[in-house]
Structures are given as C-alpha cells and as structure tokens.
C-alpha cells in the first residue's frame, strides 16, 4: 500500500511539473506546431517535456508494478520442502 502511495505522489508531482512547464513562458519554446487556441498551442519545446514526463511515469510505474523484493532471508529454511508444490501422499 505505502509502494502504490509513493508511486501516485510522485506521478502527481511530474504530472503537476509538467503542466506548469507546458503552461509557462520559458525560453527556447520554439516554433507552433499544433494551435490548440488563438494565445495557445503546442511548441516544438513541449515535446522534449512530454517525453521526459513519459520516461518519469514510466519509471515510477515500473517500480510500483515490480513484485517485491525477494533477499536470501526469505528462503525456505527446510530447503523448499514447505511450498504448495509438494505431491501429497494417499494415506
């Protein structure tokens, strides 16, 4: 649960960083590509934003979808013998 917490703050947070960039006036926008609105539109600059936002989630995602970690300390100590896998003897 804390895993999952973790992972939706931190989306949130590059979701937010990347709506302020996109919104913003900064330097080296460049040119329009797309006109959304008569004062807005999408810039060759918000792509390289986009794209590391994408990379940010993905990486986030990956984390929060990973099984958990699995140490030597959690092996078996009667050699595996106590897994469901074990055939069961007919009495």
Known sequence: MLRWAGALLATAAL???????????YLR????????????GI????????AIWLLGVIGVLTCALSGP???????PTDGGR???????TQR
């Open 69 to 75: 970690r699995v140490g030597r300390d959690s092996a």
């Open 29 to 40: 926008e460049g040119p329009v590509l797309v006109t959304l609105s008569a004062g807005h």
């Open 43 to 50: 810039h060759r600059g918000d792509v390289g934003i986009v």
């Open 15 to 25: 979701s937010l960083f990347a709506v302020l960039l996109l919104t913003g006036q």
């Open 82 to 88: 106590s897994g469901v896998d074990q055939p069961r």
